[in-house]
Each structure stands twice: as structure tokens, then as C-alpha cells.
């Protein structure tokens, strides 16, 4: 099995969550609302904000058992956030 990857998120463009990659969400959309495309709970990207591809991650604002994408307290059995964004 490999591990899902998390390097897309979902960020809120006028009005409409749409799939970017890490990269885009912090260049091109700084000021939009992220959420994980998982489990729809908010994210923050982190990591280097100069280089390109590598070391950008994305971390879940309030921990989630529930989300696959988060392998640290991932259950084994997906389920939405508790406060998962509409
Ligand atoms: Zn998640």
C-alpha cells in the first residue's frame, strides 16, 4: 500500500472549492480558504514558501482521526470533520 498523497487541497474561489496544488494555493491564492480534500476540514499550508515542490505541507487546523490524508492519527476508518467546510 502507498500512502495517499497530500499535495492538492481545496481552496474557495468565488464561492467555488476548487482543486489546487500546494504550490498554487500559496502563490496564487494566499488569501483563500483551504480545506483538506479528504475530510473538508480547514488546512494551512506550510513549509518553504521559495522553492518549488518540495516541502510544502498541508496541516489540518484541528486534528482528525478520521482523515486519510493525515497517516499520524488516521483510525482506519475515514470520516468527515467534525467541522468540515461547506
Ligand atoms: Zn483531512
Redesign the pocket.
Known sequence: MTKPKAQTCEAKIEGMWRPVSLDEAVDRYPLAVKR?P??H?RVSINGSYSGRGFGKSMT?RKA?SG?P??SETYSGMPSP?PQALA
Do not use: R, S
Open positions: 483538506c479528504a475530510c476540514g489540518h482528525h482523515c490524508l493525515k470533520h
